[in-house]
């Protein structure tokens, strides 16, 4: 009988502990979460977008597997999802992409796309916006998430416990264990689901991580916008699309969103940069720079801002990519590193599960 221990009670985390109970025959599954909620951190935290493709032009393979994906997240968390009509453009100048490159990536991949609907064309600037389209892509509501977690986890009968941090791994070749609170938790199995931190606990050679600390701006578009999400692509600029947990749009820029970032060394924990950071807002840059293609931007009014630090693998910086991490360490493999990259690839992360041998 195998028994587990997740670390991290994240969408990955509470995903992860539900379906080794029940799909893979753990006969005990422990969740250890620091802080008071499920999904209180970066699965809160976040652009709310469900990936359907379009965001990932520069690797076919990330693109191609959201597609694959986003049927199947809508299905399974369908009362999560929010929908509104998508609207992705190109800029005129700087962008990586052109028009023709962008329809022939989407009909490669399966996308539908269609050219905007005049009313919709005509909010954005002329000289700056090369094309707009209409795309098929949602949001999620990240409260609802976090109860239709709780409730898979309370099916499942996964342990879970808040508040509740654990302090440090340990693996030999017979069994791994837990330090939380004092206190030695044993099991066959650890699976590290702690995002930005998975390095504390990982422990061994750095995992090639690259740690940006985040910030998304709050705010409420104008009405025109209302409803409707913007993604400029592709490169420096913005999107503002729906944030459904607070009822507002996510603002987000390439350029000012990250306000630092750094590689995994093993040397800094991202949770203490965080706290330790000012967080003072850059929304007055977002918002002027967004107001240059979509002109109403200039009177979405702010309502505040989160902070997270944001974690992707390293090798994908250039690409944009967001392969899953799922690296094995120590005796047996018993120390599972994961990072999803992603919401919807979590459906990734669950076939590569079907495929690992558990002791
Ligand atoms: C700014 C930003 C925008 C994003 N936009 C999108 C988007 O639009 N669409 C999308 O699909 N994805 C997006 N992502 C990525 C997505 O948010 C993540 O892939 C996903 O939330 C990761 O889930 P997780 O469970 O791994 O991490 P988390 O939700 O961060 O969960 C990790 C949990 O581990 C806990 N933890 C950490 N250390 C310990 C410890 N020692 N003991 C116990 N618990 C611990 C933390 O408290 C936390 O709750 C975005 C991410 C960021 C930061």
Request: charged share 25%.
């Given at each position: 009988m195998t028994t587990a221990i997740v670390v991290g009670g994240g969408f990955y985390g509470a995903t992860i502990a539900a379906y080794l109970k029940t799909?893979?025959?753990?006969s005990d599954v422990t969740l250890f979460e620091?802080?008071?909620?499920?999904?209180?951190?970066a699965s809160f935290v976040n652009q709310a977008r469900v990936h359907a493709?379009?965001?990932?032009?520069?690797?076919f393979t990330t693109a191609y597997r959201s597609r694959v994906n986003y049927p199947r997240f809508l299905a399974e968390y369908g009362e999560a999802v929010v929908s509104f009509q998508a609207v992705y453009a190109l800029a005129?100048?700087?962008?990586?992409?052109t028009p023709r490159q962008m329809e022939r990536f989407c009909a490669d991949i399966g996308a539908p796309l269609a050219s905007a609907p005049e009313a919709i064309a005509a909010l954005f600037n002329p000289r700056t916006v090369a094309r707009a389209y209409l795309a098929d892509e949602a949001a999620f509501d990240a409260e609802r998430l976090a109860r239709l977690s709780e409730a898979l986890l309370a099916r499942s009968g996964v342990d879970v416990r808040l508040n509740a941090e654990v302090e440090a791994v340990r693996v030999d070749d017979a069994r791994a264990a837990v330090e939380a609170g004092g206190r030695t938790f044993r099991a066959d199995l650890v699976f590290?689901?702690?995002?930005?931190?998975?390095?504390a606990l990982a422990s061994g050679p750095p995992l090639a991580l690259k740690h940006e600390l985040t910030e998304m701006a709050l705010v409420r578009p104008p009405p025109e916008l209302d409803g409707l999400g913007i993604t400029v692509m592709d490169g420096p600029f913005f999107s503002c699309m729906p944030f459904p947990s607070r009822g507002l749009h996510s603002l987000s820029h390439v350029?000012?969103?990250?306000h630092m970032s750094w590689t995994e060394?093993?040397?800094?924990d991202p949770r203490a940069v965080l706290t330790a950071?000012?967080?003072?807002?850059?929304v007055d840059r977002m918002l002027r720079d967004a107001a240059r293609y979509v002109?109403?931007?200039?009177r979405a009014g702010y309502e505040g801002s989160l902070f997270t630090v944001k974690t992707v693998l390293?090798?994908?910086?250039?690409?944009?990519g967001r392969p899953i991490l799922f690296e094995r360490r120590g005796p047996g493999g018993r120390l599972v590193s994961v990072l999803g990259?992603?919401?919807?690839?979590v459906f990734d992360v669950l076939a590569r599960l079907d495929e690992e041998a558990l002791p």
């Amino acid at each position: 009988m195998t028994t587990a221990i997740v670390v991290g009670g994240g969408f990955y985390g509470a995903t992860i502990a539900a379906y080794l109970k029940t799909e893979r025959g753990v006969s005990d599954v422990t969740l250890f979460e620091a802080g008071p909620r499920l999904l209180g951190e970066a699965s809160f935290v976040n652009q709310a977008r469900v990936h359907a493709g379009y965001h990932y032009l520069r690797s076919f393979t990330t693109a191609y597997r959201s597609r694959v994906n986003y049927p199947r997240f809508l299905a399974e968390y369908g009362e999560a999802v929010v929908s509104f009509q998508a609207v992705y453009a190109l800029a005129a100048r700087n962008s990586k992409v052109t028009p023709r490159q962008m329809e022939r990536f989407c009909a490669d991949i399966g996308a539908p796309l269609a050219s905007a609907p005049e009313a919709i064309a005509a909010l954005f600037n002329p000289r700056t916006v090369a094309r707009a389209y209409l795309a098929d892509e949602a949001a999620f509501d990240a409260e609802r998430l976090a109860r239709l977690s709780e409730a898979l986890l309370a099916r499942s009968g996964v342990d879970v416990r808040l508040n509740a941090e654990v302090e440090a791994v340990r693996v030999d070749d017979a069994r791994a264990a837990v330090e939380a609170g004092g206190r030695t938790f044993r099991a066959d199995l650890v699976f590290n689901c702690t995002y930005s931190r998975l390095q504390a606990l990982a422990s061994g050679p750095p995992l090639a991580l690259k740690h940006e600390l985040t910030e998304m701006a709050l705010v409420r578009p104008p009405p025109e916008l209302d409803g409707l999400g913007i993604t400029v692509m592709d490169g420096p600029f913005f999107s503002c699309m729906p944030f459904p947990s607070r009822g507002l749009h996510s603002l987000s820029h390439v350029r000012y969103t990250p306000h630092m970032s750094w590689t995994e060394t093993g040397e800094r924990d991202p949770r203490a940069v965080l706290t330790a950071h000012a967080k003072e807002t850059r929304v007055d840059r977002m918002l002027r720079d967004a107001a240059r293609y979509v002109p109403s931007m200039a009177r979405a009014g702010y309502e505040g801002s989160l902070f997270t630090v944001k974690t992707v693998l390293a090798r994908n910086e250039g690409d944009d990519g967001r392969p899953i991490l799922f690296e094995r360490r120590g005796p047996g493999g018993r120390l599972v590193s994961v990072l999803g990259g992603k919401i919807d690839n979590v459906f990734d992360v669950l076939a590569r599960l079907d495929e690992e041998a558990l002791p």
